[in-house]
């Protein structure tokens, strides 16, 4: 598979404090990439650079060939990256399907001018979308009401709406139960092999990147530890002691 988005010697500073530094990264067309790291070692400025939150001080960063570091975040989304975030951020009062629709582009026209626009077409689409996150229950349902999983499903699925090439995932599971966690994981296997969607996802729990990685990054002190299989990673001595707290 060829480079979707590819990050070369990618380098962020804040003040005094390099947060990233001399990052390479790969994400494959229709690949499933995994970041781990402690915390503070730089994943989620990586993140933010990525889809244009923060100007880079060195590096590139292209996205299908394209070189989009001095783009803007709505050009960046334009192009098909899109992310999620640690916080989960819906509308509380707000459907799920009002989520939705107000996730599209151009849905800053207003609620009532972009479903005059397209209602049909989008509305049906955002049911299915629904249905896909297993969410059709709760279709009138406010933000506010669901459970915190079910609102990570939500952002996932709002996040779908902007027709993603690429979705970054800042912990997904982080602060889910169990049960929901499962739902979150079959989702994302979903998402990325029916949609053909990549997904580049930071996440602290190994058993779901074992599920569902390619190929994992380690960062550490804003920096590539280790890269490999979620197998070769969860073996790799440097990791154990830099990340896994030393029991491999």
Known sequence: MTELLAVRGVTKRFGGVVANHEICLQVPHGGIVGLIGPNGSGKTTLFNSIVGYHPIDGGSIAFDGREISRLRVPAIARLGLVRTF???????????????????????????????RQAPAVTERARQILRM?????????????????????????????NEPRLLLLDEPTAGVNPVMIDSLVALLRDINARL?????????????????????????????????????????????????????
């Open 86 to 116: 640690q916080q989960t951020r819906v509308f509380g009062k707000m459907s799920c399907l009002q989520n939705l629709l107000v996730s599209v582009p151009h849905a800053q026209e207003g609620l009532a001018a972009m479903c005059a």
């Open 133 to 161: 996150a297993g969410l059709q229950d709760c279709v009138e349902q406010r933000g506010a009401d669901l459970s915190f999983g079910q609102q990570k499903l939500l952002e996932i699925a709002m996040a779908l709406m």
């Open 196 to 248: 053909g969607i990549a997904l580049l996802v930071i996440e602290h729990n190994m058993r779901v990147m074992m599920q569902l990685a390619d190929q994992v990054y380690c960062l550490a002190h804003g920096e590539v530890l280790a890269q490999g299989s979620p197998a070769q990673i969860t073996a790799d001595r440097a990791v154990i002691e830099a990340y896994l707290g030393g029991q491999p």
